[in-house]
């Protein structure tokens, strides 16, 4: 069973830079589209980037870097210049259909599979 686990979240001052990590079980990461979404409080969960089985990486934010390391199983989040409207818990997701092709990034949430349990992110001014 594929479980999926995020960390690196906490508080972080405006400016300020934060580096999620999401460690997938059970499964191979370069198998998978890996997706990051987030949800403020009082809104609904957000796409936010995605890399797909191919290796190519899209962002919404220009502020924000996905990648992912096959040798450890793992995909990251880099968050820099961070904003307090950046505040929300940030969900990793993996998805993967057959019919899908190595190069196709899902944006939606129903695409995906998979989700971690989140991780809070805080941006305080």
């Known amino acids: 069973q594929v479980q999926l686990v995020e960390s690196g979240g906490g508080l972080v001052q405006v400016g300020g830079s934060l580096r999620l990590s999401c460690t997938i079980s059970?499964?191979?990461?370069?198998?998978?589209?890996m997706g990051w979404f987030r949800q403020a409080p009082g809104k609904e969960r957000e796409f936010v980037a995605v890399?797909?089985?191919?290796g190519a990486a899209t962002s919404v934010k220009d502020r924000f870097t996905i990648s992912r390391d096959n040798a450890v199983n793992a995909v990251y989040l880099e968050m820099n210049n961070l904003i307090p409207e950046d505040t929300a818990v940030y969900y990793c997701?993996?998805?993967?259909?057959?019919?899908?092709?190595?190069?196709?990034?899902?944006?939606?949430?129903?695409?995906?599979?998979?989700w971690g349990q989140g991780a809070q992110v805080t941006v305080s001014s």
């Open positions: 890399i797909n089985r191919g």
């Open positions: 059970g499964g191979t990461v370069s198998n998978y589209a």
């Open positions: 997701a993996a998805g993967v259909k057959v019919w899908w092709s190595r190069f196709y990034s899902p944006r939606t949430q129903a695409e995906y599979n998979y």
